[in-house]
């Protein structure tokens, strides 16, 4: 299972009270899943894709569309972590611009790690 977060769940910002609180169970619900699960073989991860570009975030004034993750390129690491030989679960992977080993396999999605649990 691969869940979209954000980091507004932590980073809290006037107005946004609903989002964040939406984002913040979404991953404490996770999480739990994860570890209640993980001796029957069943992964829970989270990815947190920073900003992409959607309709919503171009029209932000000042936004830098060139600096907004594209939809399509979280394709590959959410692939790979439904790939059934990945044993990773309860992690949150913030999509940046580093590689990642995700499971053994370096992913073209640009991702790096943060820790939650083993």
């Given amino acids: 299972m691969v869940l979209l977060t954000s980091s507004a769940a932590t980073r809290l910002k006037p107005k946004r009270g609903a989002y964040a609180i939406s984002k913040a ?4 619900l996770a999480k739990t899943y994860a570890l209640e699960t993980q ?4 992964r829970v991860n989270l990815v947190d894709p920073g900003a992409v570009d959607t309709m ?3 029209a932000v004034p000042g936004e830098d569309r060139m600096t907004l993750t594209q939809p399509a390129s979280l394709g590959p690491l959410i692939v790979r972590l439904c790939h ?3 044993e ?3 992690q949150t992977i ?3 611009k580093a ?3 995700v499971g053994g396999a370096r992913t073209h999605s640009d991702a790096t790690p943060k820790a ?3």
């Fill in 25 to 28: 169970v979404l991953e404490a």
């Fill in 39 to 42: 001796e029957g073989g069943v």
């Fill in 56 to 58: 919503r975030a171009s």
């Fill in 84 to 86: 059934p030989t990945l």
């Fill in 88 to 90: 990773m679960t309860g």
């Fill in 94 to 96: 913030e999509f940046r």
């Fill in 99 to 101: 590689p990642f080993d």
């Fill in 116 to 118: 939650c649990i083993g």
